[in-house]
Each structure stands twice: as structure tokens, then as C-alpha cells.
């Protein structure tokens, strides 16, 4: 598999990638298409077919490291949830001496972030963060955002209401016209799952208990999922503002009052940014 026509200095070819992985301050190799990102960048290379090819899981560390931009030295970071804030917190290694910790959505970001030596606070310590990073299972073109994939929604939605941005990092397969393709997780007390369900199917939706070796996951607060599927989410703030009222829900997975400021959205041709 050929190499790319040039590469900048500090750049090298990756053979087990396919990729060339490129470090430094700027330039890229002539008609290679690339993405920057906090200081890197990844080339798609060329197969045989002539095809350009970047793994999902590249595109996630493109946008982990491209977020770090707005990371404010000395502050605090609120930090969501998932596979891509998983890149990010990595990418977060590398600077966790400029900021004076983070506050967490969740358990297992809590111990990625104790892990690589940033203090985690409570909430409740924190009067208002600066910024909020986190993924989306789907996002449209005013910003609003379907998450909950990772059963953190409730801890991310209290995070993002405490913060003056909302920055998401995805690919670009989440960016979508209208949101519902990816079913709508909604957290909820149990005893009220199968009155909700009923209230779903009158809107045409299908509710279902999220189930994990046939019993249901329980929450970091204790409480149980149900994924919605079926429904064609046109006016985002009217749902969530509708669905949070019914008694039972503890909060539903449509970010539309705490939604994003800006998308770092990763593509085969670099970082694409959304500001909303």
C-alpha cells in the first residue's frame, strides 16, 4: 500500500494502520486530505480501489483531541460519557497539569479521570464550569442531541446545565436531519415503567426495558432504561419539555434546553466544526 505523496517533518507512515500519523505544527503532505487535531493529525490513505479509509474509532480520537482547544487552563471540565469522551479523556493526559480537575457524569469516567491523575469534584462543589464535553448518539442541525447510549443521560444533562458550553464530539454517521432514528433512552423510577411504556405507544413509539443478561441495568442512580423507538422528533424542546412531566421519568434522553453550543464533528477529511 503506498504511503502518501509527501508527509511533514515529525509525520510517520503506520503500517499497521494504513495510515500516516502526523505530529507538529502544521502542514500536511501535498493532495493528502487531512484533519488537525490539538496539534495532530490523521491522513486517510489510499487502497488498492482507491477508496480513503479512517476507522470510526480514528474519527473518535480525531474530535478527542481536537476538544482539547476548549479545555481553559486552570479550570474546571465537566466531562460526559462513552467511547469517544473515552478518547478525549486520553487526549486530557497529556495536559492534566493545566486544569484543576473535572466534574464527572458518570462512574466510569469518574475512574478514567482518577486513573490518569485528574482530581474529580462533586457537583455540588462547583458553583458553574466553563465548558462541558461529551458525545451524542445522534445530533441535528440545530444542536440538539439524542444521549443515554451509555445510561449516564440524567449525570450528563446535570452536568451540561451546569455549564456555560456545550461542546459534543461525534462522527459524522450521528449527525442527522431529524432525531429519532436511535432509539430515545429515558431513565425511570421502575415502579412506573410499564405506565410510561403505555404513554409511549400513544405516541407511536415502542418502549422497551434495557436489559443486560436478561435483567434490567441499573442505573448510577438506581434506576431502570427504557429505549424508545419509532418516533420522528421534529420539535425537540416540545418532546423533552413533555416527556420530562410524566411521573416516573427521572429525565429523557433529548438534549434540546441543554444543547450544544458546538460539534466537533470528525469525518474522513478532518474535524468538521458546527457552531450552533
Not at 211 to 240: C, R, W, Y
Amino acid at each position: 500500500m503506498p504511503a502518501p505523496a509527501a508527509s511533514p517533518a515529525g509525520g510517520r507512515w503506520c503500517p499497521a494502520s494504513g495510515r500516516a500519523r502526523l505530529r507538529g505544527p502544521g502542514r500536511t503532505g501535498r493532495g493528502a486530505r487531512a484533519g488537525r487535531a490539538g496539534g495532530a493529525w490523521i491522513i486517510p490513505s489510499v487502497n488498492q480501489a482507491g477508496d480513503c479509509r479512517v476507522t470510526q474509532d480514528e474519527l473518535k480520537a480525531l474530535v478527542g483531541q481536537a476538544a482539547l482547544r476548549y479545555v481553559e487552563p486552570g479550570g474546571i471540565v465537566g466531562v460526559g460519557t462513552g467511547s469517544t469522551v473515552n478518547k478525549f479523556i486520553e487526549a486530557l493526559a497529556a495536559m492534566k497539569d493545566q486544569v484543576r480537575g473535572a466534574v464527572s457524569s458518570s462512574v466510569a469516567s469518574t475512574e478514567r479521570l482518577k486513573a490518569i491523575g485528574i482530581p474529580v469534584f462533586d457537583a455540588n462543589e462547583v458553583e458553574e464550569l466553563a465548558v462541558y464535553i461529551d458525545g451524542a448518539d445522534e445530533i441535528d442541525g440545530g444542536g440538539h442531541m439524542i444521549k443515554g447510549g451509555g445510561a449516564a443521560l440524567t449525570r450528563e444533562k446535570i452536568v451540561a446545565a451546569q455549564s456555560r458550553r456545550f461542546v459534543c464530539i461525534a462522527d459524522e454517521s450521528k449527525l442527522v436531519p431529524v432525531l429519532g432514528n436511535f432509539p430515545v433512552p429515558v431513565e425511570v423510577i421502575p415502579m412506573a415503567a410499564a405506565r410510561i411504556t403505555r404513554q409511549f405507544a400513544a405516541m407511536g413509539g415502542q418502549a422497551r426495558l434495557r436489559l443486560k443478561d436478561g435483567v434490567p441495568i441499573v442505573t448510577d442512580n438506581g434506576q431502570h432504561l427504557l429505549d424508545v423507538s419509532g418516533l420522528k422528533i421534529a420539535q425537540p424542546l416540545a418532546f423533552e419539555s413533555e416527556v420530562n412531566q410524566w411521573p416516573g421519568v427521572v429525565t429523557v434522553g433529548v438534549f434540546a434546553h441543554q444543547k450544544a453550543s458546538v460539534c466537533l464533528l470528525g469525518t474522513p477529511s478532518g474535524v468538521r466544526t458546527l457552531d450552533f
